[in-house]
């Protein structure tokens, strides 16, 4: 679910997710509860998850050198219980509603990535009117370019209408495009002053609401490894990799329906993360 260098495993973007992601054992994910969920649907959810890890991998590229290595061997802090701290670890937002402001030290590189893994595997990336504000938000200056061009290429109109979106990344009438991302915890790896190596541990959901959608919404667990770089008075982001996991055993939760699903979308909404 990342627009990473190194996919270590096998990931999505934009709302995808891990082929290990299973639909319910019985269970019609958007219809009768009772009803055991067909096999096409799953082979569909698998087709569309393939088809995003190589395009986000094709977008990702660059000429450079794009090992990602996160071993943090200089300086590499110890692991440390999240706690409060009693100062806030975001000062404003940006005109594209992405926390910015954030403080020049270890928490605040942490509170960067885990908001900016939030951002990163949103519906929004895929609108081709919201995508500039966010990669210009969000990754150092001297990515942005590139990354608008491959992204422009990769989300073309053909690769949208797959994932059942429009041209301009907008789903069917009557249906809802679901990609949310929920930071659980983050680990700095590396970090000096001016850089930092942060993981961000996740779990989200993502899919397409609807009685008629071959991609419902799903879950998945996954750990996002994110280069950030102190420049312009904040934290950007540099690069950043994908890994699967660590994802738990799956819960005996009955499957909720698409109206119940779109309704919680719409009237459910996130948060601002600190470390």
């Given at each position: 679910?990342?627009?990473?260098d190194?996919?270590?495993?096998?990931?999505g973007?934009g709302?995808?997710?891990q082929?290990?992601?299973r639909?319910?054992?019985s269970g019609?994910?958007?219809?009768?509860?009772?009803?055991?969920?067909?096999?096409?649907?799953?082979v569909?959810?698998?087709g569309?998850?393939?088809l995003?890890?190589?395009?986000?991998?094709?977008?990702?590229?660059?000429?450079?050198?794009k090992?990602?290595?996160?071993?943090?061997?200089?300086?590499?802090?110890d692991?440390?219980?999240?706690?409060?701290?009693?100062?806030?670890?975001?000062k404003?937002?940006?005109?594209?509603?992405?926390?910015?402001?954030?403080?020049?030290?270890?928490?605040?590189?942490?509170?960067?990535?885990?908001?900016?893994?939030?951002?990163?595997?949103?519906?929004?990336?895929?609108?081709?009117?919201?995508?500039?504000?966010?990669?210009r938000?969000?990754?150092d200056?001297?990515?942005?370019a590139?990354?608008?061009?491959?992204?422009?290429?990769?989300?073309?109109?053909?690769?949208?209408?797959?994932?059942?979106?429009?041209?301009?990344?907008?789903a069917?009438?009557?249906?809802?495009?679901?990609?949310?991302?929920?930071?659980?915890?983050?680990?700095?790896?590396?970090?000096?002053?001016?850089t930092?190596?942060?993981?961000?541990?996740?779990?989200?959901?993502?899919?397409m609401?609807?009685?008629?959608?071959?991609?419902?919404?799903?879950?998945?667990?996954?750990?996002?490894?994110?280069?950030?770089?102190?420049?312009d008075?904040?934290?950007?982001?540099?690069?950043?990799?994908?890994?699967?996991g660590?994802a738990?055993?799956?819960?005996?939760?009955?499957?909720?329906?698409?109206?119940?699903?779109?309704?919680?979308?719409?009237?459910?909404?996130?948060?601002?993360?600190?470390?």
């Amino acid at each position: 679910m990342s627009l990473g260098d190194d996919h270590e495993s096998s990931g999505g973007y934009g709302g995808t997710g891990q082929t290990r992601t299973r639909l319910p054992d019985s269970g019609d994910a958007f219809g009768d509860p009772r009803r055991r969920s067909s096999s096409r649907s799953l082979v569909t959810v698998v087709g569309v998850v393939v088809l995003l890890i190589a395009a986000i991998a094709f977008a990702n590229r660059g000429d450079g050198d794009k090992s990602s290595s996160t071993d943090g061997s200089s300086g590499k802090p110890d692991a440390a219980a999240t706690a409060p701290s009693g100062q806030r670890p975001v000062k404003s937002k940006s005109a594209a509603s992405i926390p910015s402001g954030f403080a020049q030290d270890q928490e605040g590189a942490e509170s960067a990535a885990a908001n900016y893994a939030v951002v990163l595997v949103s519906a929004d990336i895929l609108k081709p009117a919201r995508r500039p504000e966010i990669v210009r938000q969000v990754f150092d200056a001297g990515k942005v370019a590139e990354l608008e061009r491959n992204l422009d290429q990769v989300y073309s109109k053909a690769f949208l209408e797959k994932v059942g979106l429009d041209e301009n990344g907008e789903a069917p009438k009557g249906s809802t495009y679901v990609s949310r991302t929920m930071p659980v915890g983050t680990k700095a790896t590396d970090f000096s002053g001016s850089t930092a190596t942060v993981e961000v541990w996740c779990t989200g959901v993502f899919g397409m609401t609807g009685e008629s959608s071959q991609n419902p919404v799903t879950n998945d667990w996954f750990t996002m490894t994110l280069q950030l770089r102190w420049t312009d008075g904040d934290w950007k982001v540099d690069r950043f990799s994908q890994k699967e996991g660590p994802a738990p055993v799956n819960g005996d939760n009955r499957v909720s329906t698409s109206e119940d699903i779109s309704k919680a979308v719409e009237e459910f909404g996130g948060f601002t993360y600190a470390r």
